[in-house]
């Protein structure tokens, strides 16, 4: 951290040519470079960590979507490391209920991914966070379905 640091502090940013391609494409990555590095910066600042900011936004699609006249769909993807046995159903019904305070179309995509894992010889994940290409695959075939029979009227 103290060498992004430093290297932030001359540049204002990192040298992408000499990133590994995989880490600029990370969650994580993103999270430490433009969150943490982001509190430590200013010693003043240390504190502020950031906080979970996902209602907020909601709420502000939702402004958006009112003002502008277009409709919301909140999809929900899967944590891919275990599909069968999974460890984060209660997630996923926080985000149920943030998408119906907004009223907002939800659709949870873990039984589109176990239907499709359980169909294809293929992965539907690349790795716990991120599906493979069969994965987006199954994640716009079930979008489009839910669009087509309960977003367009």
Avoid: W
């Amino acid at each position: 951290l103290e060498v992004l640091l430093e290297q932030e502090r001359r540049e204002t940013g990192l040298n992408l040519a000499r990133m590994n391609p995989y880490l600029a494409m990370s969650a994580l990555y993103r999270f430490v470079r433009y969150r943490a590095l982001a509190a430590f910066k200013d010693k003043d600042r240390r504190a502020e960590l950031p906080k979970d900011t996902v209602e907020q936004y909601l709420r502000e699609l939702s402004r958006l979507a009112r003002e502008n006249r277009f409709k919301v769909l909140v999809a929900v993807f899967p944590y891919f490391e275990s599909l069968e046995d999974y460890p984060l159903g209660q997630h996923h019904e926080v985000m149920r209920a943030l998408a119906a305070a907004q009223r907002f179309h939800h659709l949870d995509l873990l039984p589109a991914f176990r239907r499709c894992a359980a169909e294809s010889p293929e992965r539907v994940g690349f790795d716990p966070l991120h599906p493979t290409p069969s994965g987006h695959l199954c994640a716009a075939s079930a979008m489009a379905d839910y669009i087509l029979a309960s977003v367009v009227r």
